[in-house]
């Protein structure tokens, strides 16, 4: 039975085309193709880059939020209370008008005090300002060096400048050692944010992030065992580009630097755009769907790979609709913070907080009266 399943899997119908089989992949002739076996290496590679984060974010992320004087707020506990502690972690976080009225009653309190304590519930789960900072440093500096080193194993190939060339000799490529090093680092790092979920930041996209790391490290397993790897390492060098600007607008956000955020933030819309809205589609999904039937006839990997671009694609616009409300609110408004992140919410009851605002209240209404006397 597992000798059948594993046949079917690696039935060259569906991922080669025709008239090529698994042996015309055999190293050959000064020719060194791609192999599965060597997929086993990601995990390893994923592994050694949870470490490498967490002594980037020890020894270089935190003391660069020291140097910028990111510290987290002081929340303030919500009071032991079992009732509202069993409902919080068994029904919701956020409980509706009726579902408050009914906790009002078995509890005794007041409206505004089961608020408030769902209120602070909820910010003693959510993650504090420095570990944003260190995560969105450590995928700041992960993304700069991906992607120049995406530049220095493209730039003096000819398929970068001519995408017909992707698929010149298709598919007995010869595999270069940048591009094994390329593809390992990748999948490693999308094989490591998934092992991280856990305990990253959660954002309003986490459903969709799982989806797009699984899809990225299925497209690439895909078209590595496929000899796909020139259109992939294009896709992967497109991807990584804005990411750095978004996450160093991120770092910079954090700390407090918000002029030289928001104009990364601008200029990484504008590249977001170009890349991923016109670039991948126009440029690299057309490469993927028409330039191949000219060489051969289309096969279930063709399908199959171009599926997954597009289902990166449908990511890219939902993504694309985030960025542009977060640019509307940096035009009309005042940007803060990512868009997608789970923000603290205010403790409107903090009674400094409380303090501060009638002393302000007072102020404003002393300045106004000094004002209209004189």
Not at 18 to 36: C, F, I, M, T
Request: net charge neutral.
């Amino acid at each position: 039975m597992l000798q059948m399943v594993n046949d079917w899997l690696w039935w060259e119908r569906l991922w080669l085309p025709a008239n090529v089989s698994w042996s015309d992949l055999e190293d050959n002739e000064g020719r060194v193709y791609a192999k599965a076996s060597q997929l086993y290496a990601v995990l390893p590679c994923a592994l050694c880059l949870l470490v490498v984060r967490y002594l980037f974010e020890t020894c270089v992320a935190t003391p660069l939020a020291n140097t910028f004087g990111i510290r987290d707020r002081v929340r303030l506990t919500a009071e032991p209370n079992p009732v509202l502690e069993n409902y919080f972690c068994t029904q919701t976080r956020v409980p509706s008008p009726a579902d408050v009225l009914s906790l009002c009653k078995k509890t005794s309190w007041t409206d505004r005090r089961v608020q408030l304590w769902f209120r602070r519930r909820r910010n003693q789960e959510r993650p504090g300002l420095r570990k944003r900072f260190c995560e969105a440093s450590w995928r700041c500096a992960f993304y700069f060096f991906a992607f120049f080193g995406g530049v220095v194993a493209l730039y003096d190939k000819p398929w970068l400048y001519n995408l017909k060339e992707v698929w010149a000799g298709f598919p007995k490529q010869s595999m270069l050692q940048s591009q094994y090093w390329y593809y390992l680092l990748e999948m490693g790092f999308y094989l490591s944010l998934i092992l991280s979920l856990t305990f990253d930041v959660k954002r309003k996209d986490f459903k969709e992030q799982i989806v797009h790391h699984i899809a990225t490290l299925t497209l690439l397993s895909f078209s590595w065992i496929s000899n796909y790897i020139r259109i992939g390492t294009l896709v992967m060098a497109v991807h990584d580009s804005a990411d750095i600007l978004l996450e160093g607008a991120k770092v910079f956000n954090y700390a407090k630097w918000h002029m030289t955020s928001n104009t990364m933030f601008v200029v990484f819309t504008f590249l977001f755009m170009v890349t991923r809205l016109v670039i991948f589609p126009f440029w690299l999904i057309h490469c993927t769907w028409v330039y191949p039937v000219e060489e051969f006839a289309p096969f279930f990997g063709y399908y199959f790979f171009n599926i997954m671009l597009l289902v990166l694609q449908i990511l890219h616009l939902y993504w694309a609709f985030l960025i542009t409300r977060m640019l509307l609110k940096l035009i009309f408004s005042k940007l803060d913070g990512d868009d997608r992140s789970d923000e603290e919410e205010e403790d409107d009851s903090d009674p400094q907080k409380e303090t501060n605002h009638k002393l302000n209240h007072m102020n404003g209404s002393g300045a106004r009266g000094r004002a209209n006397g004189h």
